[in-house]
Nanobody
């Protein structure tokens, strides 16, 4: 079983910054993709940013140039640096990762979510 634990959410004024962190733990053999998603009230969960084990990165158009995703493979962590925050960035942010357990089973795990609120 693989667990994901996020931290770093909070309340910030428009134009401010926050850094989200997420740690993966459990019987992990390898991690392929790590990413961040968000869900605002009344909306579907959407991709924010994703990074593969080779460092290939994709961002949602709405966050390009403002958010930066990174990962530390040794620590099994993924980060999301969010700059220039806007009220429309307000949502619950979830981290996600997929890979193989030490028993050679694939996994796709989600964190519990962390609230990000941007005031105008």
């Amino acid at each position: 079983q693989v667990q994901m634990v996020e931290s770093g959410g909070g309340l910030v004024q428009a134009g401010g910054s926050l850094r989200l962190s997420c740690a993966a733990s459990g019987i992990i053999f390898s991690i392929n993709t790590m990413g961040w998603y968000r869900q605002a009230p009344g909306n579907q969960r959407e991709l924010v940013a994703i990074i593969t084990s080779r460092g290939s990165i994709n961002y949602a158009d709405s966050v390009k140039g403002r958010f930066t995703i990174s990962r530390d493979n040794a620590k099994k962590m993924v980060y999301l640096q969010m700059n220039g925050l806007k009220p429309e960035d307000t949502a619950v942010y979830y981290c996600n990762c997929g890979g193989l357990t030490s028993g050679w089973s694939s996994f796709d795990s989600w964190g519990q979510g962390t609230q990000v609120t941007v005031s105008s």
